[in-house]
């Protein structure tokens, strides 16, 4: 199989519409080793993408060479037609596993406010411009209430939204999500989950939301990106999530099965951790 086949575009219109994000032929290496190897795929600017794959595949890697932070070996990546890297190109990000100590002496505003001017601390703004963001970040994910909390005593899902509205204080068009399900109930996924499609809706954003399963996504997501060996395969769920599309990925044979509407997909020995399911904890 092509590792990248064609990618489906969803409706007629997306066809007539400028992408946000090229991705061509791009391949990454990490000292030794290939992390992503000829990978192509356009994002449209109001999808949203689930980024699914086995621990190791590639996932983060991908978002920080979105996000420019690292250097693809060969390939392009164009933001709005222009290569990544000129002007701005305004792209919010989430990393992964976000763990705060109990007692770090910051508040929930502080910490939104790193994402106005990320390490300067905001400076460059007036006061007043500044804490209206914060305060409009802070109500568009529902915490308008832990602006002064201790960061560090909040619970997972509270910290995760503030980590959303950090992400959106630069007014993006990119939203880069790192498993922001990981170590929420399967109640707190659903409220992240309903969070960013509703977010994402009102200020058309397109979304690359990375998690562990694809199930927490399937009401949501317009297409998935599942990323195995290296290799990848976009397009809608089910013209993904299917036993030969993913067989022919991984290179050995994968079951896709459905059961009351959710997927699940069957591992190789050395994956057997990874279902198709939420994964709360990895
Ligand atoms: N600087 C580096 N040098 C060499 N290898 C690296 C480096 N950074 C990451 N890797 C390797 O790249 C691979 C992909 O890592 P990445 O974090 O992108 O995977 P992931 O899909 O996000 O995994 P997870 O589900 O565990 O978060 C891993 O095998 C990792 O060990
Ligand atoms: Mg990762």
């Known amino acids: ?26 391949t990454v290496r990490l000292g030794e080793r290939t992390i992503l190897e000829h990978l192509s795929a356009t994002i449209w600017p109001d999808e949203l993408v689930g980024i699914i794959g086995p621990n190791g595949s590639g996932k983060s890697t ?24 000129r002007g701005n190109p305004r792209i919010g990000y989430c990393p992964q596993n976000r763990s705060f100590d109990p007692d770090l002496p910051i508040t929930g505003r502080e910490f939104v406010g790193l994402g106005i001017d990320g390490h300067r601390w905001g400076f460059g703004l007036p006061d007043a411009r500044r804490a209206a963001r914060i305060d409009q970040a ?39 999500l790192d498993e922001p399900l990981a170590s929420l109930d399967v109640r707190g996924q659903r409220e992240i989950v309903d969070l960013i499609d ?13 998690t562990h399963g694809v199930n927490p996504l399937l ?42 509407g959710r997927l699940f997909v069957s591992s190789p020995d050395e994956w057997a951790h990874h279902s198709g399911d939420g994964g709360a904890k990895k």
Do not use: K
């Not at 250097?71 to 037609?81: A, L, N, Q, T, V």
């Not at 297409?223 to 089910?238: E, S």
């Not at 599309?245 to 459905?258: C, T």
């Open 219 to 260: 009401d949501v997501m317009d297409r998935v990106w599942y990323l195995a060996g290296g290799r990848a395969a976009i397009g809608p769920v089910r013209e993904v999530i299917r036993s030969d599309v993913l067989s022919a990925l991984y290179g050995s044979p994968i079951e896709v099965f459905e059961v009351q």
């Open 62 to 85: 991908l978002l920080r060479v979105i996000l420019g932070l690292i250097r693809p070996s060969s390939g392009e990546i164009r933001f709005r037609g222009a290569p990544l890297g």
């Open 1 to 26: 199989m092509n590792a990248n086949p064609p990618q489906t575009v969803r409706s007629a219109d997306r066809e007539s519409a400028a992408p946000l994000v090229e991705l061509s032929d791009l």
């Open 138 to 176: 802070l109500e568009a994910v529902g915490v308008s209430h832990l602006g002064d909390a201790p960061l560090g005593r909040l619970s997972g899902g509270e910290q995760q939204r503030l980590g959303i509205a950090q992400a959106l204080l630069g007014d993006p068009s990119l939203l880069l």
């Open 198 to 210: 509703r977010i994402r809706r009102q200020r058309h954003l397109a979304v690359l939301f990375v």
